[in-house]
């Protein structure tokens, strides 16, 4: 039987990680942009995007990310494709990260004052000018603490993604205990590697909070 | 596409799912309970506590605020026994919960508590009363009211999120659902009946916690 040293463990951990890391970015990125889609439904003034765009972010908060996963890797495969994991996990985290990042921002558009839009529209300003010039810039200041703070849920979720057999750390972490029976060092160290992601972002989250100054915000 | 979609195997698997919702049930409750006590403890100790305590408290929930629940899970089931600390799946799976509950509702019942005023502290003192009495009476009630519907969202979050333990075999919805469809190969259905069952389970929470919430603070807030 081959021993393996704690270096192995580590390297082999550190590698999966760039894949949680390739991920979260993906997942982030990707929400990011279906996630803007949502909010400009989600406080636009037609009735039936608005109630469409409501209703999803309900049915993804209200559902298990898990649950999101399972039904993106078998629900892919009832088209007749085949499914590679990493694309389910893909498709499931942005959908997923779309729903809380256009429920977040939509409370930071929300919190801009409504003299603002008043305001801007006496100067003779349409829709996609107020949005542009007086209402996002003030939004985005606002937005920026809760979503650097979400991205940490983000970069936690893609553990689940493990489950539907996506190797990333987690799944790593899986692996190299089945080979080295050493759970309590291995999974140790894969918390280790979360938490030197994660840590960071939620120390800056809270920083930039305190900076910009803004309500306190749970997430 | 020409696939069918058959839910012709509800009624025979109704049992199965019934026992898993049970079980997530049980989970959540138990969850709920004791998480928010530990987190009420915790914000005791940063707020008031013994000053060597505080350090230890804030790592704790800094680590768990920043690791994924799933790791938490396997490091408790897995990593714990070779320290010979042994539990069934539901104990460890509701640990699980509870310690991670406890470091999430610790930061945000310390964020009701920071925002009582500091003279609070001091009207509670001049009645005479312990500071563990202020604590109770004065501070943490209004603090737990003040951020109940956040406590709320978490609990709903955990509940969730408790979907994962089924990867321990603690044998919750979702496993009841990885069981029925390795049985039926419907798994897209399934997955859709039990996705179902959380949406409604979560909204059937929030209303009971908004509920509760009724009931423990029937006065309106002082502020």
């Given amino acids: 039987m081959t021993e393996f040293s704690f270096w ?5 951990l550190l590698l999966a990680a760039r894949w949680t890391v390739v991920l979260s970015l993906v997942s982030f990125i990707g929400g990011g942009i279906v996630g803007a889609a949502l909010l400009f439904l989600r406080i636009g003034g037609r009735r039936w995007p608005r109630l469409l765009s409501r209703g999803y972010i309900q049915l993804f908060q209200g559902t298990p ?21 990493w694309l389910a996990a893909c498709v499931a985290l942005i959908l997923w990260t779309a729903a809380f990042l ?9 919190s801009i004052a409504k003299g603002q839009w008043e305001a801007s529209a006496s100067l003779g300003m349409g829709y996609l000018q107020q949005m542009r010039y007086v209402i996002l810039p003030q939004a985005l200041k ?22 539907i ?12 205990t089945n080979a080295t029976f050493q759970p ?3 999974y140790g160290l894969v918390a280790l590697i979360y938490f030197a992601l994660c840590w960071p972002l939620s120390k800056s989250s809270q920083l930039l909070e305190r900076k910009l100054n803004v309500a306190h915000r749970n997430h | 596409m020409t696939y069918q979609l058959d839910f012709g195997w509800l009624i025979g698997s109704l049992p199965v799912l019934l026992k898993g919702i049970r079980i997530t049930v049980q989970l959540i409750l138990i969850g709920a309970v004791f998480g928010v006590a530990l987190g009420i403890s915790c914000a005791w100790v940063r707020a008031l506590g013994p000053k060597w305590l505080k350090p230890v408290v804030a790592t704790y929930v800094e680590l768990i605020r920043n690791t994924p629940f799933l790791i938490q899970l396997f490091f408790i089931f897995f990593g714990l026994p070779s320290l010979g600390i042994r539990m069934s799946e539901l104990t460890a799976a509701n640990l699980a919960m509870i310690v991670n509950l406890g470091a999430y509702s610790c930061e945000i019942i310390r964020a009701g508590i920071q925002a009582t005023p500091r003279g609070q502290f001091e009207a509670g003192a001049s ?11 004065v501070v943490l009630v209004p603090a737990l009211q003040r951020i109940w519907p956040a406590l709320s969202s978490q609990i709903v979050i955990v509940m969730l999120g408790s979907a994962v333990v089924s990867q321990i075999a603690a044998e919750d919805l979702t496993f009841a659902a990885n069981f029925i469809q390795s049985r039926n190969f419907r798994a897209f259905e399934t997955y859709i009946v039990s996705t179902l069952i959380y949406l409604v389970l979560a909204s059937l929470l929030r209303q009971l916690l908004a509920s509760l919430g009724w009931m423990l603070f029937p006065r309106k807030a002082s502020r």
């Fill in chain 1, 65 to 85: 990310l898990l649950m999101q996963l399972f039904l993106a890797f078998f629900g892919l495969g009832l088209f007749g494709i085949d499914v590679p994991a």
């Fill in chain 1, 102 to 110: 256009a429920e977040i921002w939509r409370g930071c558009v929300e």
């Fill in chain 2, 127 to 137: 009645l005479a009363m312990t500071p563990l009495q202020t604590f109770w009476h």
């Fill in chain 1, 8 to 12: 192995d463990i580590l390297r082999n």
């Fill in chain 1, 165 to 176: 057999g996506f190797v990333e750390l987690s799944k790593a972490g899986s692996i190299v």
């Fill in chain 1, 142 to 163: 606002v937005a920026v603490p809760p979503t650097v703070g979400f991205s940490v849920q983000v970069v936690k979720g893609t553990a689940l993604t493990s489950i």
């Fill in chain 1, 184 to 186: 309590f060092t291995v």
